[in-house]
């Protein structure tokens, strides 16, 4: 079963522009991930967000995190064409000890 | 490093046909996971291994469905009969162990069932 719910479903933004997908869950986590996948293939970690972090910077990167309200957002800043991809949340209420949960995914085009 | 390495990337069967997916992890990578992740949709578990040792295998369909990791490295999954609603794409993960949460992903498996 899905435990996280990406939304928008779909996203369509001229390059340069700054890209925002939120992802809300379901149950305690104990961290919340993101990842991307490009059109056919394997998923790559992005960035790693713990339960007691609120706000997280990578690169062109931003999560933000909000367990009172169970959900997340993801920020990407001067989008590139090589953004182009689909972004999951995952949730991982082990640990580390179990499989992660992941959302149906964020569907982002970027227009050159 | 080399990644996480599926095989084959592309399998097209008729239902009724028994089918097998192949992944070597990360090499040092005790923890191996098989996703199944239908179009549109996020993966979804189906199995994980602590070195041999399947510890999680509550949302493998055992009817049909088998895995092994006999000497705790490469895995492999098994599907017999394969049926329609099986045609999507079989991902393998690993990370180094049990506690560490990033996993690494292989390109995955695109099966289509006729």
């Known amino acids: 079963s899905q435990q996280g719910e990406e939304d928008p479903q779909a996203l369509s933004i001229q390059e340069g522009e700054n890209a925002t997908m939120n992802c809300s869950y379901k149950?305690?986590?104990?961290?919340l991930q993101w990842y991307r996948q490009n059109s056919g293939r394997g998923l790559v970690h992005l960035i790693l967000i713990r339960s007691n972090e609120r706000e997280k910077h990578s690169g062109r990167l931003r999560v933000t995190l909000d367990t009172s309200k169970k959900s997340s957002s993801l920020l990407i800043t001067a989008s590139r064409a090589a953004d182009t991809a689909s972004y999951f949340c995952a949730t991982d209420a082990g640990g580390g000890a179990d499989g992660l949960t992941f959302g149906k995914g964020t569907h982002l085009i970027i227009q050159p | 490093e080399a990644g996480v390495v599926q095989s084959p990337r592309y399998k097209i069967i008729e239902k009724k046909q028994p089918v097998a997916f192949w992944c070597n992890p990360i090499s040092g990578h005790n923890t191996l996971y098989w996703y199944r992740q239908n179009l549109g949709q996020g993966p979804e578990l189906l199995i994980r291994y602590e070195n041999e040792e399947a510890v999680d295998d509550s949302q493998l369909p055992k009817d049909r469905f088998s895995a092994e990791r006999l000497k705790g490295v490469d895995s492999t999954l098994k599907i017999q009969p394969a049926e329609l609603g099986d045609s999507a794409v079989y991902l393998c993960a690993s990370s180094l162990f049990r506690g560490v949460e990033t996993q690494y992903f292989g390109p995955g498996t695109r099966l289509l069932v006729l």
């Open positions: 149950t305690s986590i104990n961290n």
